[in-house]
């Protein structure tokens, strides 16, 4: 057994106390923001709420004209027609089809129901994945009640970095 005082943390403070230094400014991008083209691969896929949230053009269902931005984001929901018009639209672009000069550079795939998907769905998201780059928006229910002023979902954070991009 120890005997003698007890010695704890420091609890006094000697002399006035100054204020932490203010954090350095983040430096500028020197750079331009990477825009993206949303499109739609069916009705209702989500791309005027992508469009809103991370920025970029809003082309609906139509491919991007001469002045909006040629890298596309096809979008699509999480069922099943959903999912096979995004796996037509990656046909027209492998077959060589869409308007020259646009860039795919991913699909974007939007919840289209809270929870997890059926083993079907998630089969056919997987095959997806292995040949192109996606990225998976969570259901959000604030986005169904049109409240699209939040933070987006912590699990788009890639396609946050993504659509931020400085180049």
Do not use: K, N
Not at 56 to 84: E, F, K
């Amino acid at each position: 057994m120890r005997t003698g005082t007890r010695q704890g943390p420091e609890i006094w403070i000697r002399g006035p106390v100054a204020a932490p230094p203010a954090p350095e400014p983040a430096p500028a991008p020197t750079g331009t923001v990477r825009r993206f083209s949303w499109v739609g691969t069916h009705g209702g896929s989500g791309v005027s709420t992508l469009a809103t949230v991370y920025g970029g053009q809003d082309c609906g269902r139509d491919w991007p004209g001469a002045a909006d931005p040629p890298s596309v984001l096809l979008v699509a929901r999480t069922h099943a027609t959903g999912l096979a018009c995004v796996v037509h639209a990656l046909e027209v672009f492998r077959r060589g089809e869409a308007p020259p000069g646009l860039d795919l550079d991913a699909v974007v795939l939007v919840a289209d129901a809270p929870g997890r998907l059926p083993r079907p769905l998630a089969q056919q998201v997987r095959l997806i994945e292995s040949v192109i780059d996606v990225y998976r928006v969570p259901w959000v229910s604030a986005w169904r009640l049109g409240d699209l002023s939040g933070r987006p979902p912590r699990e788009t954070e890639a396609l946050l970095r993504l659509t931020t991009a400085v180049h």
